[in-house]
């Protein structure tokens, strides 16, 4: 069985600019979450989407979207890129029956360095 | 809300020696707990879980944790450790409401020969 799987490995973008990062879930699994990773803070919630609508998001400012298209691939757009959004964004997948207590299955991430 | 707290940042520990990280969570619902272990440039795997019953858990690898309600720890112990187990070491806990994780802020095992 494939495991989550994201796109690109590594960005890199000048500040401005926009990015765009893609996780596809583990086959049957419909919710996804993205969380960041960034030094020296931790691992924080992100965003939650599940059956295609976005269902809870963390404490991040609006410029952080996404999607979650009708196969439950998801997309994270990050607009206005700052410095400090340099991180590891790491995707997450579960199936939503029977989600309580379920293992969220983690992508390997997608660097992003913000220049 | 929750939060979690990991009581050491950094353990290291010589090889075939016994590990223990320390977890602490707060929260005002009941929670699920997690142990997550993150392997250099990979995503996480998760080690073990609690949802409910026997407070000793057993995960993959040899590791095993234990849930003390009364004290809110969620403590990671391996009675020997490889030096594959050098890795950075998550607890997490999950609300029932959106099941989404909150992390504290990671252990670093370095185990040396």
């Known amino acids: 069985e494939a495991g989550v799987t994201q796109s690109p490995t590594h960005l890199i973008k000048t500040r401005g600019q926009q990015a765009t990062l893609r996780c596809s879930p583990i086959?049957?699994?419909?919710?996804v979450y993205w969380y960041q990773q960034a030094l020296g803070l931790g691992l924080q919630f992100l965003l939650w989407y599940d059956e295609g609508e976005e269902r809870n998001r963390g404490n991040f400012p609006p410029r952080f979207s996404g999607r979650q298209f009708p196969n439950y691939s998801s997309e994270l757009n990050v607009n206005a890129l700052e410095l400090e959004d340099s991180a590891l964004y790491l995707c997450?997948?579960?199936?939503?029956?029977?989600?309580?207590?379920?293992?969220?299955?983690f992508g390997p991430g997608t660097r992003l360095t913000v220049l | 809300a929750q939060s979690v707290t990991q009581l050491d940042s950094q353990v290291p520990v010589f090889e075939e020696a016994p590990v223990e990280l320390r977890c602490n969570y707060s929260?005002?619902?009941?929670?699920?707990l997690f142990w997550y272990v993150q392997y250099p440039n990979q995503g996480l795997q998760l080690l073990l879980k609690?949802?409910?019953?026997?407070?000793l858990v057993k995960g993959i690898n040899g590791f095993e944790a234990e849930f003390n309600k009364s004290q809110t720890s969620f403590h990671l112990r391996k009675p020997s450790v490889h030096i594959s187990d050098t890795a950075e070491y998550f607890c997490a806990v999950s609300d029932l409401a959106d099941y989404k994780l909150s992390f504290g802020a990671g252990t670093t095992v370095t185990v040396r020969a």
């Open positions: 997450a997948s579960i199936p939503s029956s029977g989600r309580a207590g379920n293992e969220q299955f």
């Open positions: 609690y949802l409910s019953g026997s407070t």
């Open positions: 929260s005002s619902v009941s929670v699920y």
């Open positions: 086959s049957g699994h419909t919710s």
